[in-house]
C-alpha cells in the first residue's frame, strides 16, 4: 500500500484546505487532479511529513506519521514545482545534498550523484552551476535529486512544467523508465494528457475533499457516452433543452459536448432537436478523454 489516509482534515485558521480525506492507495502510478486551490499541494507536504494534519490517521509506505516522518522522507523522492536551491551550487552539489537529507552517508550520496545524473542526461553538465541551467535541465535535475536514494515512492509535482512539446516528451519518457525500475509515482499535474500517458489510476480532488478514486478506464467510461454537436446559431439554446431533460452538455467553441447517461440513446438528442427547431449541422460520437471526464466530474461537483 502506498498510502493509507483515514479521515484527514488540515485547516489554516478558519480555512479548510483538507476536509476529511480518506483514502487507500495500491502501489503503482497515481494521477493527482484537481483545480487550483483543491488541496492537492497540502496533500502531497503532509504525506511527506512536511505538515502536520490538524486530526486523523495517515501511513505512507507502511510508516505512520507524523511519527516515522523521517523515515518517510527516507523512502520517498519529491520533486517540486517551484525552483529550490542555491544558484551558484553545481548539479552533482544539489543533488548529492538531497541525498544526505535522505539520510546517505556523503560519499555515497556524491557517487550516487554523478549515476543519477548521467541517468537523467546531465552527465556532462554535472558541475556546472545551476543559475546557468535551462528551464528543461533544471526540470532534470530536480527529477535527478527525487530519486538519488533510490526510493520506493517518488511524487512529481508539475514536472513538465515550461518544457517545450520536445522537453516535455523526453521527460515523460525519463518518468516512464523510472516506473519500469520498479518505483512507485504520484503525478500531480494540470496537462491531463500527461497523466493519461503516465499513471493508471487517478485521485481527483476539489475544494478538498476527494471526488474520484479509482482506474482512469473507469472515470472515462463513468456510464456515459459522449457525442459531439454543432447547430445552426443554437448551441445555447440545445444545451438548454437537454439539461432540462437531465442530460449534461458543454458548449465548447462552435462545438456542444453531450454527454448521455447509460439508458439514453443518441437518437433522444435528435429528437429533442427537431422538436425545438433547432437544425443539427455536425452529429459525431465521440471520445471521452479523461480531459472531459475531469471537467464533466468538477461540473457535476460544483
Do not use: W
Not at 48 to 77: H, I, T
Not at 99 to 106: H, Q, Y
Amino acid at each position: 500500500m502506498l498510502f493509507d489516509l483515514d479521515n484527514i482534515h488540515k485547516h489554516y485558521g478558519d480555512f479548510h484546505a483538507l476536509k476529511g480525506v480518506t483514502l487507500r492507495v495500491p502501489e503503482g502510478s497515481v494521477g493527482l487532479l484537481g483545480p487550483n486551490g483543491a488541496g492537492k499541494s497540502t496533500l502531497i507536504k503532509a504525506l511527506l511529513g512536511l505538515l502536520d494534519f490538524s486530526s486523523g490517521s495517515a501511513s505512507v509506505l507502511g510508516c505512520r506519521l507524523p511519527d516515522e516522518a523521517l523515515k518517510v522522507r527516507q523512502l520517498v523522492g519529491y520533486m517540486p514545482e517551484n525552483d529550490c536551491y542555491l544558484p551558484y551550487m553545481t548539479a552533482v552539489q544539489y543533488v548529492s545534498f538531497g541525498g544526505e537529507l535522505a539520510g546517505m552517508p556523503r560519499a555515497e550520496a556524491f557517487r550516487r550523484a554523478h549515476e543519477v545524473l548521467y541517468y537523467v542526461g546531465l552527465g556532462e553538465a554535472r558541475y556546472r552551476q545551476l543559475s546557468g541551467f535551462s528551464t528543461g535541465m533544471k526540470q532534470r535535475v530536480k527529477l535527478a535529486q527525487a530519486i538519488v536514494q533510490g526510493p520506493k515512492l517518488v511524487f512529481l509535482d508539475e514536472p513538465t512544467n515550461g518544457l517545450d512539446p520536445k522537453g516535455r516528451d523526453e521527460m515523460l519518457e525519463l518518468i516512464e523508465d523510472v516506473k519500469s525500475r520498479g518505483v512507485n509515482v504520484v503525478l500531480s499535474s494540470h496537462l491531463l494528457p500527461d497523466v493519461e500517458r503516465v499513471c493508471e489510476s487517478v485521485i481527483m480532488l476539489n475544494q478538498g475533499e476527494v471526488i474520484f478514486q479509482g482506474a482512469i478506464d473507469e472515470l472515462k467510461s463513468g456510464g456515459e457516452a459522449m457525442i459531439e454537436i454543432e447547430t445552426k446559431d443554437k448551441n445555447e439554446a440545445l444545451k438548454a433543452v437537454l439539461e432540462a431533460e437531465g442530460i449534461r452538455a458543454i458548449v465548447e467553441g462552435l462545438r456542444l459536448k453531450v454527454y448521455l447517461p447509460e439508458g439514453h440513446e443518441r437518437t433522444k438528442v435528435l429528437e429533442l432537436a427537431v422538436q425545438n427547431d433547432i437544425q443539427i449541422r455536425h452529429f459525431v460520437p465521440g471520445e471521452l478523454t479523461l480531459e472531459n471526464a475531469f471537467l464533466g466530474l468538477l461540473e457535476a461537483n460544483a
